[in-house]
């Protein structure tokens, strides 16, 4: 928390130093700064520079410019109050996550009532020397979105000439493909999280666009007993450690936007997990790699069909349902000490359907499922996920929505739950 808010500190200082060296080098000069209402094509600007999440793709009301559009700012966010109802049983928090449901339900907690306002976000957004090959991005933004609405950096880099550093969604995310949800979580079979990352993406006049990263890899593993059916006396025996990470994590893209929303992407991912085995004292490796195919089809102007599909071993981190579970690697059965990378997959279909400018309708189906897991983590073995939404813009800046969920946790022994989940929302944004 204290980095979070030095890197604010720091970013928000080096904006009024710059301002301050600025005023003083060019005092008789000096075209100032004004503030005005963004207009269509600075919106834009920023927001081709910006995540593509619905949690980051806000369009700010105003900018800080120089006259002469050297230099541009924007403070951007949103407040958004979320109240809901669960029916049949009941989850702990504002995100919807399948593989979380109880199961059983617990006695007692059959329906419930939430009202959660700490869904909000506020962001720097800063350029400079736009609309030139010189362009300099600047973009931090956090969230009350964590445990115990704690203040959470989601997003923090720069980005120059197509090249990216910072903490930002992985290049293996496809956000355009998934449709927006008042649920702060989305579909749980997407993919979609956040690293540390040195990306480079480069767009063709034809419509491709590619793109490749090496990113900090993160792994939500096997604790380490060995419980194998092919030596039942070995059961409960400490066979695996943890053990440096020296491989970056390495997901690619090619991607072809045609006319309006039409697009489609093919992504790819690489990885290798490094881990300890205990009984022969030595330290082995793992390869880990997932491929995913997503896009848009948009028929008629305001119809847009969203798809996205996702498979592949060891990648249990990407997938929103997987996310947090030691799944990516599992003890080997046949062989004490040695792991292997579980197969696993997660997919998405939706669509959206604008009637007028302010009125937007959208559903969507999605599903994760992981095999050969049920011995280490009998606790998941499917999730599936539906979401009904409205969206009602009030004015520019305020949107009201109301939304149906339905969510199925499923575990090995065929024991599953399901929940129904009714919310609205109002968001205002900045």
């Keep these: 928390m204290n980095k979070q808010v030095a ?11 710059m301002r301050a060296e600025n005023s003083a080098a060019n005092k008789k000069k000096n075209p100032g700064f004004q503030i005005v209402h963004t207009d269509k094509k600075t919106g834009q600007l920023f927001q081709a520079t910006r995540p ?87 973009y931090i933004q956090g969230m009350f979105n964590g445990p115990k609405s704690a203040f ?5 880099y720069i980005g120059y000439r197509g090249f990216l550093l910072g903490r930002t969604t992985t290049l293996f995310c496809d956000d355009h493909s998934k ?68 491989i970056p994590d ?24 490094f881990y300890r085995d205990q009984k022969e004292d030595a330290t082995h490796h793992l390869s880990g790699w997932g491929v995913q195919l ?11 069909f969203y798809y ?39 997919w998405l279909a939706g669509a959206s359907y604008r009637f007028t400018n ?4 959208g559903a969507v189906y999605s599903q994760a499922r992981i095999w050969d897991s049920g011995t280490y983590y009998p606790e998941y073995r499917q999730g599936q996920y539906i979401a009904a939404n409205l969206f009602y813009s009030i004015r520019k800046y305020l949107t009201f929505g109301v939304e149906y969920l339905w969510g199925d946790h499923q575990e090995y022994g065929d024991k599953s739950a399901r929940l129904n989940r009714i919310q609205t929302m109002m968001k205002l944004s900045f």
């Design 7 to 17: 890197l604010i500190i720091v970013l928000l200082a080096s904006v009024s130093l």
């Design 52 to 138: 593509a999440s619905s949690n980051s793709g806000e369009v700010a009301q105003y900018t800080l410019k120089e006259k002469e559009e050297r230099f541009m700012m924007q403070l951007v966010g949103y407040i958004k109050p979320i109240m809901g109802w669960d029916i049949g049983n009941v989850l702990d928090g504002i995100n919807f996550i399948p593989g979380d449901i109880p199961v059983p339900a617990t006695k007692g907690n059959k329906a419930d009532y939430f009202a959660n306002p700490m869904h909000s976000a506020i962001g720097v957004h800063i350029l400079a020397l736009p609309k030139t090959k010189h362009q300099v991005t600047g």
């Design 152 to 156: 959470q950096i989601h997003h923090v």
């Design 179 to 246: 449709l927006t949800t008042i649920d702060p979580q989305g579909p749980n079979g997407a993919v979609d999280t956040h690293s540390y990352q040195v990306s480079y993406t480069k767009e063709f006049k034809c419509g491709i666009q590619l793109g490749v990263s090496l990113e900090l890899p993160t792994f939500d593993k096997y604790p380490g007993e060995y419980y194998g059916k092919d030596y039942p006396q070995l059961d409960g025996t400490l066979y695996y450690g943890d053990a440096s990470q020296p």
């Design 250 to 273: 390495i997901p690619l893209y090619i991607q072809y936007q045609g006319k309006g929303m039409n697009r489609i992407r093919l992504s790819g991912i690489m990885r290798n997990f």
């Design 294 to 304: 997503s896009g848009n089809i948009q028929p008629v102007n305001p119809l847009v």
């Design 308 to 346: 996205q599909c996702t498979y592949g071993k060891g990648i249990a981190n990407y997938i929103q349902d997987l996310n947090g579970r030691p799944l990516s690697y599992i003890p080997e059965n046949i062989r004490p000490g040695k792991m292997i990378a579980t197969p696993m997959m997660g």
């Design 358 to 361: 302010k009125l937007t309708m």
